[in-house]
């Protein structure tokens, strides 16, 4: 995307929360979407996208030879759209009365033209401030509120995960949680909105006790009401000024469930927990051992059937290729299997994360060990199919089956 954005005439839509500006056909941009606040979010060409995070990085999606190939820019290619965004948004503030729209869209579009490219890339240390970093989200959660409950993960041992080394596992207590919400709320500003998810990070927050959970849950309620209506429209806020979310979500250790009694899942339940995310990764106890998970496949099994009969729906996502080609149709059959008996439904999901082998990192070296042999990409493909054509449900709707792609995160 190397040409400039000219100014064209414009065609403006509000949109739960957000602003669309579609140009005049035949232009390079397609679509720009923005927040509440004015920033960017979304732009759009006609062989590429991209997408703006909350610290201003960029995610950009090409597409070449009939496939999207998905890269987070370098930050000079990164500054590099985002001045060429803002000459766009620039111009066409000053044009605005002439384009007919109503005074609250210009007052927005005269908002977006003042984020100039040094003041998005401010908003990386506004980020930090708060979050610090969140490594990895649920692939339907990458628009959630982010609430970290705790840093790191309890268990950090899994050779094919580096989301969390150099962290260490630990709660937050109450008042860093209070301060945490606060400093999101200046850094969403009015765009918090448009967001109606919460989700607990980082890796397991249910590992905490019963009385963390009741303290951070106090916590919550202070700032957000739970209610499943949320979606349904206005208002946003409740007569105590919270903002109105539809419920909670958050990763969930399959292995540490069995510390968890029935009374406590039913609490969560009660209060506001909708889903849990659970990284089976495979069915078969020895490309878990191979993975070195705690635990065995029927010990998620056991986790998800907990989970569902409290009411809170399971993400149950299975690693594509976790046991590369020597224990790949063991991981096929076993995987099926296991999924097969969790009595999954329409309110539940299956992920399918390829594995991204990290060079140098444990997983690799732990099959140059064992003489295992990583899968390339068709192969990945070819075992996803095959998990997929094994899956049985019923009776009723079957649960959604979706990817999660790693590459694709962006916050």
């Known amino acids: 995307m190397a040409a400039p954005i000219p100014l064209a005439s414009v065609e403006a839509i509000e949109k739960e929360h957000t602003l669309l500006l579609r140009p005049a056909p035949?232009?390079?941009?397609?679509?720009?979407?923005?927040?509440?606040?004015?920033?960017?979010?979304?732009a759009q060409g006609e062989t590429w996208y991209a997408k703006r995070g909350l610290d201003s990085r960029v995610l950009m999606k090409e597409r070449s030879g009939g496939?999207?190939?998905?890269?987070?820019?370098?930050?000079?290619?990164?500054?590099?759209?985002?001045?060429?965004?803002?000459r766009w948004l620039s111009g066409l503030a000053q044009v605005a009365?002439?384009?007919?729209?109503?005074?609250?869209?210009?007052?927005?579009?005269?908002?977006?033209?003042?984020?100039?490219?040094?003041?998005?890339?401010?908003?990386?240390?506004?980020?930090?401030?708060?979050?610090?970093?969140?490594?990895?989200?649920?692939?339907?959660?990458y628009n959630a509120i982010v609430i970290q409950a705790t840093r790191g993960c309890?268990?950090?041992?899994?050779?094919?995960?580096?989301?969390y080394h150099g962290i260490p596992f630990r709660p937050l207590a109450p008042e860093e949680v209070e301060a945490q919400i606060e400093g999101l709320r200046v850094l969403y500003g009015k765009d918090l909105e448009r967001h109606l998810k919460l989700f607990l990070g980082d890796a397991n927050a249910l590992?905490?006790?019963?009385?963390?959970?009741?303290?951070?849950?106090?916590?919550?309620?202070?700032?957000?009401?739970?209610?499943?209506?949320?979606?349904?429209?206005?208002p946003r806020w409740d007569e105590q000024g919270r903002l109105r979310v539809e419920g909670v979500?958050?990763?969930?250790?399959?292995?540490?469930?069995?510390?968890?009694?029935?009374?406590?899942?039913?609490?969560?339940?009660?209060?506001?927990?909708?889903?849990?995310?659970?990284?089976?990764?495979?069915g078969s106890d020895r490309v878990l051992r191979f993975l070195t998970k705690v635990?065995?496949?029927?010990?998620?099994?056991?986790?998800?059937?907990?989970?569902?009969?409290?009411?809170?729906?399971?993400?149950?996502?299975?690693?594509?290729?976790?046991?590369?080609?020597?224990?790949?149709?063991?991981?096929?059959?076993?995987?099926?299997?296991?999924?097969n008996e969790m009595g999954l439904g329409p309110e539940d999901a299956v992920f399918f994360s390829p594995l991204v082998v990290e060079p140098g990192g444990s997983w690799l070296a732990r099959a140059r060990q064992e003489g295992v042999t990583p899968l390339d990409a068709e192969e990945i493909e070819w075992e996803i199919r095959e998990i997929r054509a094994?899956?049985?449900f019923g009776p009723g709707p079957a649960p959604r089956i979706t990817r999660y792609e790693l590459r694709e995160f962006i916050h």
Request: aromatic share 10%; charged share 25%; glycine share 8%.
């Open 154 to 163: 309890s268990y950090n041992q899994c050779s094919f995960c580096t989301f």
């Open 207 to 234: 590992v905490l006790s019963q009385k963390r959970l009741e303290q951070l849950w106090q916590v919550l309620e202070r700032h957000f009401a739970i209610d499943p209506d949320a979606a349904f429209g206005e």
């Open 67 to 86: 496939r999207w190939q998905a890269r987070r820019l370098p930050p000079d290619e990164a500054a590099a759209l985002h001045h060429q965004i803002h």
């Open 249 to 282: 979500y958050t990763f969930m250790d399959a292995f540490n469930t069995r510390h968890k009694a029935p009374a406590t899942l039913a609490w969560l339940a009660a209060h506001g927990l909708r889903r849990v995310y659970i990284g089976m990764e495979s």
């Open 295 to 339: 635990g065995t496949g029927r010990d998620v099994v056991q986790a998800v059937r907990a989970f569902k009969a409290a009411g809170i729906a399971v993400g149950v996502i299975l690693l594509a290729g976790a046991g590369g080609r020597e224990l790949q149709e063991e991981h096929i059959a076993h995987t099926a299997a296991r999924v």
């Open 26 to 42: 035949g232009e390079p941009l397609r679509l720009l979407s923005l927040d509440g606040e004015g920033r960017w979010l979304r």
């Open 97 to 141: 009365p002439a384009q007919g729209w109503t005074e609250r869209v210009q007052r927005w579009v005269e908002a977006a033209a003042a984020w100039t490219p040094r003041r998005l890339a401010a908003e990386a240390d506004r980020y930090r401030h708060v979050y610090g970093r969140i490594p990895i989200l649920p692939p339907d959660l």
């Open 390 to 392: 094994r899956l049985r």
